[in-house]
């Protein structure tokens, strides 16, 4: 048996990051950029108005106060998206609105509040009352603050937010240069299986796997492609497998432990090469990688269990690394935070337990609570949780009110 760091670092070392292709910017969220973004211009291109009111040159309003207002002609008005005509000199103003460029001559704003433009009855007005001193450069955006011209605005290796994407939205980027996304193929294995749109036959159940790997697949941002239901005969698994060699990554689930038709490790002896079968870890324990070869290629792959909530949790601590390897990205962990346990939590053959949990917070503490039952075949045990508790290899149970660590897999602030 190896451990789960020990698993982890042969399937990272199998997997390479991906080539680049160009996109438009919105596909591209969660993909990293593969190239240093330049701004060409500047962020605002103007000077400009950060609220509605009037642009003066702060000079003007020296002295005023609510009781003795300074008193300006209003030489016309600007609103977002104009070119401002009129000059502003001492004691003119231009009715100005946020975002409009700051006429020539202006160096700040004053905002409607602090004008009596509310009292004043006739429009257009002519004249506008200032009723305080205000600073240079009030409310004043200027030309470049956000990003100047010629910036590094966002630098290679970047993954990409919904802020970054906004960020080369505003420099005028329509396409972008980022890792592409790994395409995963995904084999379930087993007799028993049915597809879910076929009617049920007794002794049948419904390929789920395909499903939750899949839609892990697409969270983590991957393209998965789905190759069905291979039955337990080597001819069959043979041929789906060779499907999945235009891929970046397979993944089978099923068929790796020691049953007697768990065929997926012989015909990975033949069409390729295993790296392990156990990992010091429950559920989960067996575990199969290696490469498949064919058509010139060499496809990683990771046999995951059948059972469904052993094939999510080997897909999140092997699979989701290795697919965010793929895609660019540095961190490959989810958060782990401490909690307060709230179940008692056995480990009793000295493998790491992860067991499902829901965590909650409770002023500055999380508490963690195991969800019941916990058979790896529960997979509504897998919707009442948010987390996975760890129970490490060394240590027998982890009592009532004791810490533990928590690998949270929904996690707000991720
Ligand atoms: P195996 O690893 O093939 O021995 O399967 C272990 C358990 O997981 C068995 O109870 C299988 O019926 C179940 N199982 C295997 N594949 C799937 C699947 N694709 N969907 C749902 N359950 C599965
Ligand atoms: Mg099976």
């Given at each position: 048996?190896?451990s ?5 670092e ?11 292709e ?11 950029l ?8 500047n962020v ?8 509605d ?14 009781s ?17 005509e009129?000059?502003?000199r001492?004691?003119?103003a ?12 202006a ?9 009596d433009e ?10 506008i009352g200032?009723?305080?001193e205000?600073?240079?450069g ?15 605005v ?28 790994p ?9 028993e299986?049915?597809e ?10 419904y390929?789920?796997n395909?499903?939750s790997?899949a ?6 941002g991957?393209?998965p492609k789905?190759?069905?239901?291979a ?20 993944l ?9 038709y768990?065929?997926?490790k012989?015909?990975l002896?033949k069409?390729?090469?295993?790296s ?17 070869y ?5 496809v990683?792959h ?7 909530v ?9 699979a ?5 390897k ?6 490959l ?7 307060v346990?709230?179940?008692?939590m056995?480990n ?19 508490f963690?609570r ?20 760890i ?6 149970a ?16 991720e």
């Amino acid at each position: 048996m190896i451990s789960v760091e020990q698993a982890l670092e042969k399937v990272l070392s199998y997997v390479e990051v991906l080539g680049r292709e160009e996109k438009p910017i919105l596909e591209c969220l969660g993909q990293v950029l593969d190239e240093d973004v330049y701004s060409p211009l500047n962020v605002p291109p103007l000077d400009n108005a950060a609220m509605d009111g009037y642009a003066l040159q702060a000079e003007s309003s020296r002295g005023a106060t609510e009781s003795s207002p300074a008193i300006l002609d209003v030489i016309g008005e600007v609103s977002a998206g104009a070119l401002p005509e009129q000059v502003v000199r001492p004691g003119t103003a231009v009715r100005i609105m946020t975002g409009a460029p700051l006429p020539r001559g202006a160096d700040s704003v004053v905002k409607f509040e602090d004008t009596d433009e509310a009292l004043r009855s006739r429009h257009p007005i002519s004249k506008i009352g200032i009723l305080k001193e205000i600073a240079k450069g009030l409310n004043v955006r200027r030309a470049g603050e956000d990003i100047s011209r010629g910036q590094l605005v966002l630098e290679k290796g970047t993954p990409l937010r919904p802020q970054e994407i906004g960020v080369l939205a505003s420099i005028g980027k329509t396409t972008v240069a980022v890792i592409r996304r790994p395409v995963v193929a995904i084999l379930a294995t087993g007799d028993e299986l049915v597809e879910i749109d076929q009617p049920l036959p007794q002794g049948k159940i419904y390929n789920s796997n395909s499903f939750s790997l899949a839609a892990q697949v697409i969270r983590y941002g991957g393209i998965p492609k789905i190759l069905g239901i291979a039955p337990d005969r080597e001819k069959e698994i043979e041929a789906k497998i060779r499907q999945a060699l235009d891929s970046d990554l397979l993944l089978t689930s099923g068929g790796v432990s020691m049953g007697q038709y768990d065929l997926v490790k012989d015909v990975l002896a033949k069409q390729g090469e295993i790296s392990f079968w156990t990992v010091r870890m429950k559920p989960g324990k067996p575990l199969a990688f290696g490469l498949i070869y064919g058509d010139g290629r060499r496809v990683p792959h990771l046999g995951l269990p059948g059972n469904p909530v052993s094939s999510m949790i080997t897909f999140e601590l092997f699979a989701r690394p290795a697919i965010l390897k793929m895609m660019g990205k540095k961190n490959l962990s989810k958060p782990m935070i401490e909690a307060v346990s709230e179940s008692r939590m056995e480990n009793t053959d000295g493998r790491r337990v992860y067991a499902r949990v829901m965590v909650r917070r409770e002023g500055d503490r999380y508490f963690a609570r195991v969800t019941a039952p916990q058979g790896s075949g529960i997979l509504t045990s897998m919707t009442r949780a948010n987390g996975l508790a760890i129970v490490p290899e060394d240590i027998a149970a982890i009592a009532e009110g004791e810490t533990v660590q928590v690998l949270m897999l929904d996690w707000s602030e991720e």
